[in-house]
T-cell receptor
Framework: NAGVTQTPKFQVLKTGQSMTLQCAQDMNHNSMYWYRQDPGMGLRLIYYSASEGTTDKGEVPNGYNVSRLNKREFSLRLESAAPSQTSVYFC??????????FGDGTRLSIL | GENVEQHPSTLSVQEGDSAVIKCTYSDSASNYFPWYKQELGKRPQLIIDIRSNVGEKKDQRIAVTLNKTAKHFSLHITETQPEDSAVYFCAARGYNFNKFYFGSGTKLNVKP
């Protein structure tokens, strides 16, 4: 039982490049989330998906897009990466009235 | 929407002492309050949670209390150990029962 799996674990991009962060969960959770965590800071919600086929903006959605590919997978795309998007990205998932579980994070640096 | 405030931002205690971290929330409809521990370079992990129909919950050295009237909840760690050193986050599940709202975190340092 892997829980929440994020790929890649590390990535370095140049300004203007695009990339997609992948997240998959095997716990049959209906809700999935993308957060960013800047050094010494808390978790800020980028986008979330309450169920398959729906997505909603969080606190800091600008510069990002998401796709809920199916119940298991929720991807985050940076279309044109900027240095301000350098951060650690965490994917989370939860079911109904249960706690949220997190992946190990993707450490993204944009030069 | 919901607003969760967490205090203090840093907390330093001597090994064996108790530590208390406090959070307040704004939306009276919030009904679920988890606490997460995040060690350096790792993911946040759930350590304890409480629902709005319960006032207190305990798990070994960790306890959480909830005051719905005042809209605040607290994490209590007794007999602290160096391995308790980490960043702790409180959270509240918002009115739509899908979004979690996180506090800004408390960095706990337990000195041996």
């Amino acid at each position: 039982n892997a829980g929440v799996t994020q790929t890649p674990k590390f990535q370095v991009l140049k300004t203007g490049q695009s990339m997609t962060l992948q997240c998959a969960q095997d716990m049959n959770h209906n809700s999935m989330y993308w957060y960013r965590q800047d050094p010494g800071m808390g978790l800020r919600l980028i986008y979330y998906s309450a169920s398959e086929g729906t997505t909603d903006k969080g606190e800091v959605p600008n510069g990002y897009n998401v796709s809920r590919l199916n119940k298991r997978e929720f991807s985050l795309r940076l279309e044109s990466a900027a240095p301000s998007q350098t951060s650690v990205y965490f994917c989370g998932s939860s079911y109904s009235n249960q706690p949220q579980h997190f992946g190990d994070g993707t450490r993204l640096s944009i030069l | 929407g919901e607003n969760v405030e967490q205090h203090p931002s840093t907390l330093s205690v001597q090994e064996g002492d108790s530590a208390v971290i406090k959070c307040t929330y704004s939306d009276s409809a919030s009904n679920y309050f988890p606490w997460y521990k995040q060690e350096l370079g790792k993911r946040p992990q759930l350590i304890i949670d409480i629902r709005s129909n319960v006032g207190e919950k305990k798990d070994q050295r960790i306890a959480v209390t909830l005051n719905k009237t005042a809209k605040h909840f607290s994490l209590h760690i007794t007999e602290t150990q160096p391995e308790d050193s980490a960043v702790y986050f409180c959270a509240a599940r918002g009115y739509n029962f899908n979004k979690f709202y996180f506090g800004s975190g408390t960095k706990l340092n337990v000195k041996p």
